[in-house]
Every structure is written in structure tokens, then in C-alpha cells.
């Protein structure tokens, strides 16, 4: 059985000395590779540790404060929060092509975490949260679930470019190994056990054009769906749960009066590794609920639809 304190101890004592006085750069992304990173890189060097967040402004209800309060507030890591919502969206006006906007926004990231990374006196390594699966899938040209989501992820090849040499403590694990991890630091469970996320964000979860309007009608919609999820135990059954906002509108009644509004899909599925996924069999009585709570709290959506798609052939995001 892997033993997490004698990990500790060992990567603890590794990573001293690899960076030896050296300053270390983590770029956080609220996700829980990178979070467990920095929780293990905190305990290990505080003191030569600054991370980076960057709030592309397609983050969900919450997620930049939580991180700001786990990170700066519990942990006391030297955090530097970027806000840099206005150029992603202004880069992505007008955009509805959802390749393009995975370069727009991979390049878009480059940009941003590269000119805050510059304004860090002497930094010399940068940590990321590679796993075991990454480490064997980019060897070959793999095309699992790791190495496709690493080839969306790394649009410009973060590390490389910025020239740094690269600090990754969670190589030889996998994921349970690093959700195991996460706890034995004192990451709460929320995040420890919070379902994938992609890079792009909700760009791919709004589809067609991206806009401040449209973001926060899902976000908000979103919010609600996890929040029932939770609510009745669903959360953990489930590999992945999100809202989409969908590109068409629909007609809907409200008093003697017809209304035009959003359409938000739900989608929630379970699956062992991403590659194939079934859609989840909820309660009737659950969704109808998120449903009505939708409908009736989001303003301008008149409309809530179930994904009922496996995948293949669907995929699990929409775009
Ligand atoms: P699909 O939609 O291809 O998704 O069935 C499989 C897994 O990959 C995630 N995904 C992404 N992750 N950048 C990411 O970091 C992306 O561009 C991206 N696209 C999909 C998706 O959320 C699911 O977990």
C-alpha cells in the first residue's frame, strides 16, 4: 500500500534539495493537481514559494475567493491573484469557433502568466502538477485522456517557453494517490474531491459567442446544479456534473404573456477515466427540482434540458 507519510518525508527532502535557495513559481488553477502542488510545496519550502492564479474570467461562482481564502488565508502562501477577466473577454469577443477559442485562450494564458511570472525577483523553477498517467502518456503519442487534455491544455507549451527548470512532486502518483495526498495536507474535501475542470473554462461550457452576460447566466445556473448535487449525496457519485449554456433560444409562457429566453442543458456523467462515459441515471424527482430552481432564479432562462448522450460518440463537454 502507498504510504503518504513516508511520501511526505521523502518528497519533502527532494524537493529541498533540488531547489536548494532557488525562488519557485506554482501556477494554481483551483483544480486539485495544481492545489495539492502548493499545499506539498508550502509545507516543503514556504519560504522561496510564490504562487500564481490567473482569473480568466471563466472561473465558476466562487472559485477565485476559495482559492484566495485556502491559499493566502489558511496556508499564508505568497499568492499573487491576477485579474485579467478583460483581456480574455475582449480577446474572445464576438468568437463562437470552440478550437479557436481554446488558442485564444491558451495563448491568452501564456501571455498573462508569463508577464506576472517576469515580475518575481529570481525565479528560477516552476512547479506543476504533472501526474504518473501524464508522465507516461506525453512519452509515447498517446492519445488517452491525458495526453488529450494536456494537448488542449498546453496550446504554446507553457514550460518550455518560459524557460524554467520544472519542479513536479506529483510524478510517480496517481490520481487517488494525490486526492490522499491532498487530505493528509489539509485540503479541504470540497476541493479534494472536485471533479475535473477544463482549462478554457466556461468558454466551452457557454456555447457560441462568450460574453459577461452570458457567462453569468451559466455560472449561476451551474452554481445551482452543484449545489443540489451536493445536496443530496450526488456529488461523489459522479465523474463529472455541469451546466452549458446553449445557443438558441426557446418560447416559453409566463402569465397571459410569451417569453424568448435561454436554454440551459445539464449534463452529468460517470466514468472511470474519461475516455468513455455513461450519462447519469439521477432521481426524477432531483432533477425536477434543479429544474424548477433554474427556471425559476436564473433570469432569461425559460428552459432546462437533460443530457441523456454517451460517450462515444458524444463527448462529455459540448464544445
Ligand atoms: P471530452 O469532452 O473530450 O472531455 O469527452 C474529456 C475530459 O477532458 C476535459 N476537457 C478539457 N480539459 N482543456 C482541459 O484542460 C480542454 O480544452 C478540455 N476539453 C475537454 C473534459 O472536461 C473531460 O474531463
Aim: include cysteine; hydrophobic fraction near 40%; charged fraction near 25%.
Amino acid at each position: 500500500a502507498w504510504k503518504i507519510d513516508s511520501f511526505l518525508e521523502e518528497e519533502t527532502s527532494r524537493l529541498r534539495k533540488q531547489v536548494g535557495t532557488g525562488r519557485v513559481i506554482c501556477g494554481l488553477s483551483g483544480g486539485v493537481d495544481s492545489s495539492v502542488t502548493a499545499a506539498l510545496l508550502t509545507r516543503a519550502i514556504s519560504d522561496q514559494l510564490t504562487c500564481i492564479f490567473v482569473d480568466n474570467g471563466l472561473l465558476r461562482r466562487g472559485e477565485r475567493d476559495q482559492v484566495d481564502q485556502m491559499f493566502r488565508g489558511h496556508f499564508k502562501t505568497d499568492l499573487r491573484v491576477v485579474d485579467a477577466s478583460e483581456i480574455f473577454l475582449q480577446r474572445l469577443a464576438g468568437v463562437d469557433d470552440p478550437q479557436k477559442k481554446r488558442e485564444i485562450i491558451g495563448h491568452t494564458f501564456i501571455d498573462v502568466f508569463r508577464k506576472e511570472a517576469e515580475t518575481i525577483e529570481d525565479a528560477r523553477f516552476l512547479a506543476q502538477g504533472t501526474l504518473y498517467p501524464d508522465v507516461i502518456e506525453s512519452g509515447t503519442k498517446g492519445d488517452g485522456p491525458a495526453a488529450t487534455i494536456k494537448a488542449h491544455h498546453n496550446v504554446g507549451g507553457l514550460p518550455a517557453e518560459l524557460g524554467f527548470d520544472l519542479v513536479e512532486p506529483l510524478r510517480d502518483l496517481f490520481k487517488d494517490e494525490v486526492r490522499r495526498l491532498g487530505e493528509a495536507l489539509g485540503l479541504p474535501e470540497q476541493l479534494v474531491w472536485r471533479h475535473p475542470f477544463p482549462g478554457p473554462g466556461l468558454a466551452v461550457r457557454c456555447l457560441g459567442s462568450v460574453s459577461d452576460d452570458r457567462l453569468e447566466t451559466l455560472r449561476h445556473a451551474d452554481a445551482i446544479f452543484m449545489e443540489e448535487l451536493h445536496q443530496h449525496d450526488l456529488y461523489r457519485e459522479m465523474g463529472q456534473a455541469f451546466a452549458v449554456l446553449l445557443p438558441v433560444r426557446s418560447v416559453g409562457v409566463m402569465g397571459d404573456g410569451r417569453t424568448y429566453e435561454h436554454v440551459i442543458a445539464l449534463r452529468a456523467v460517470t466514468t472511470t477515466d474519461f475516455m468513455t462515459a455513461d450519462w447519469a441515471v439521477i432521481d426524477p424527482a432531483v432533477v425536477g427540482k434543479i429544474s424548477t430552481r433554474i427556471i425559476n432564479e436564473v433570469r432569461g432562462v425559460n428552459r432546462v434540458v437533460y443530457d441523456v448522450s454517451t460517450k462515444p460518440p458524444a463527448t462529455i463537454e459540448w464544445e
